[in-house]
């Protein structure tokens, strides 16, 4: 499916729509899924991990949306590009997901006072630019959920005495070994934010590395990227938070288990 993008000219934003199968009536709240530097996978069809969320999701009554934003502006993926050289920035992405709130406002079927905003890497740092630095993002979503954003410049702004506040309650969740995206400039903002009384927390996992919640096994290194905290090779895929990948994790981590985030944005 495609939806409205004035901020894209002429091309309409294209996105990947999931809808549960049961036939349970009413308007259902959904999850507008933003994917990392990687895009969502080959031929834009979900890869394993994106597939896995997605049908733990599915499996909840959530609907899932895909907004292919790397598509719309004719990429695949830009984890290979410098961070200086890249195109598409995370305040970029910041209007794809304001288009995809008002297609989805639009649908009979959706439920748009129970949105979640979730996203991954550089998705996830799109989550922190829409709901830390986005005025019309104020009360669009009930959770934004961040896997493994990049934090270093909203922890700098907190130490010049920058007060962001938040346009929704945020959850990020990162391996405090990641060596794309570090750990402690988020654990340091999210403190500061929590102290303020902002909703915000943040789950840090020993020894897991960027893309931890990947169902793809061991991790692996990665020669062909070039940004991360340190020159050299970057890590992920692991290992896997309390022992098991993805979405059995989840179901034992009090910020997406059967009593976290998720399930309380369903009711």
Not at 19 to 29: F, V
Not at 246 to 256: H, M, N, V
């Amino acid at each position: 499916m495609e939806f409205a993008a004035p901020h894209l000219g002429a091309r309409a934003l294209p996105a990947l729509l999931y809808a549960p199968n049961d036939t349970a009536a009413g308007p259902r709240p959904a999850v507008i899924m933003l994917r990392g530097c990687g895009g969502v996978g080959r031929d834009d069809q979900p890869n394993a991990r994106h597939a896995m969320w997605r049908d733990w999701l599915l499996d909840r009554g959530f609907m899932v949306v895909f907004p292919l934003s790397f598509t719309a502006r004719g990429l695949s993926e830009i984890c290979t590009v410098r961070m200086g050289e890249r195109t598409v920035q995370p305040r970029d992405r910041v209007a794809d997901v304001l288009a995809t709130v008002e297609a989805l406002r639009a649908r009979g079927d959706v439920d748009a006072t129970r949105l979640v905003l979730w996203g991954f890497s550089h998705g996830g740092s799109t989550v922190l630019a829409t709901v830390a630095r986005e005025p019309r993002a104020r009360g669009l979503f009930r959770q934004a959920i961040a896997f493994y954003p990049g934090c270093s410049a909203y922890a700098a702004a907190a130490r010049r005495g920058e007060r962001l506040a938040l346009a929704a309650p945020l959850a990020i969740l990162i391996g405090e070994a990641d060596d794309w995206t570090p750990a402690a400039p988020c654990r340091d903002w999210i403190e500061t934010l929590a102290a303020r009384g902002e909703a915000a927390e943040i789950a840090l996992y020993p020894g897991a590395y960027h893309d931890f919640d990947s169902p793809r096994g061991q991790p692996r290194l990665r020669t062909d990227v070039p940004n991360g905290v340190t020159p050299g090779p970057r890590c992920d895929r692991g290992p896997k938070p309390r022992g098991a990948g993805g979405s059995e994790a989840a179901r034992g981590d009090p910020l997406l288990g059967d009593r976290g985030l998720i399930d309380a944005t369903a009711r």
